[in-house]
């Protein structure tokens, strides 16, 4: 099992530009999350899916940030325009089931830089 | 609203001293505890978790004990090593909900 794959690594762009991050989840899964980890707010939960529909986009911060899971197996995360506050690592997360049953599963983050 | 809150880091230790990482939390209800660990680079994994009162956690030298008295979730281990050095989190799970709520995290590095 590969686990959760999220590309690309790093992104730096700069302010004003779209970016788009992208997660393949762990097949069979059927709930995907996204996070949000900086320094100053730690981990957030951004928005999560389950069996590819959004379920809560409550955090999400502004409606600059958009989510999509076109399939089981693919997600993305668009942020457009990108502002220099977005700098960050964002993890995409998948599970089996829902609650506290199945760990989640993290991928290894794509690291932002907004200049 | 249900909060997590750990001590402040970074923890730091010398090799195969005991460790202790405080961890309270708020909650209604009986929510599911957690500890997860992020090594540099990577996403979290889980570390140990604990789904009713006194239950009990452990996975790799790693133990945490549910008490709800004290609305506690602390995490221990006995002798740390090097590659124990890593960001741990502790996190809860309301029932009925599939949103964890993290702590902020705290820092341990173990020097030789």
């Known amino acids: 099992d590969a686990g959760v794959i999220q590309s690309p690594r790093h992104e730096v762009t700069e302010m004003g530009q779209e970016v788009t991050l992208r997660c393949k989840p762990i097949?069979?899964?059927?709930?995907l999350f996204w996070y949000r980890q900086t320094m100053m707010r730690g981990l957030e939960l951004l928005i999560y899916?389950?069996?590819?529909?959004?379920?809560?986009d409550s955090g999400m911060p502004e409606d600059r940030f958009s989510a999509k899971m076109p399939n089981a197996s693919f997600s993305t995360l668009k942020i457009q325009p990108s502002e220099p506050r977005d700098s960050a690592v964002y993890f995409c997360?998948?599970?089996?089931?829902?609650?506290?049953?199945?760990?989640?599963?993290f991928g290894n983050g794509t690291r932002l830089t907004v200049t | 609203g249900d909060s997590v809150t750990q001590m402040e880091g970074p923890v730091t230790l010398s090799e195969e001293a005991f460790l202790t990482i405080n961890c309270t939390y708020t909650?209604?209800?009986?929510?599911?505890l957690f500890w997860y660990v992020q090594y540099p680079g990577e996403g979290l994994q889980l570390l140990l978790k604990?789904?009713?009162?006194?239950d009990k956690g452990s996975n790799k030298g790693f133990e945490a004990t549910y008490r709800k008295e004290t609305t506690s979730f602390h995490l221990e281990k006995g002798s740390v090593q090097v590659s124990d050095s890593a960001v741990y989190f502790c996190?809860?799970?309301?029932?009925?909900?599939?949103?964890?709520?993290f702590g902020a995290g705290t820092r341990l590095a173990v020097h030789p």
């Open positions: 997360a998948s599970s089996l089931v829902a609650g506290g049953n199945s760990p989640l599963h």
């Open positions: 909650a209604t209800g009986y929510p599911s």
């Open positions: 604990a789904t009713k009162a006194d």
């Open positions: 996190a809860l799970l309301k029932g009925g909900y599939n949103k964890l709520i």
């Open positions: 097949s069979g899964h059927d709930y």
């Open positions: 899916f389950n069996n590819n529909v959004p379920i809560d």
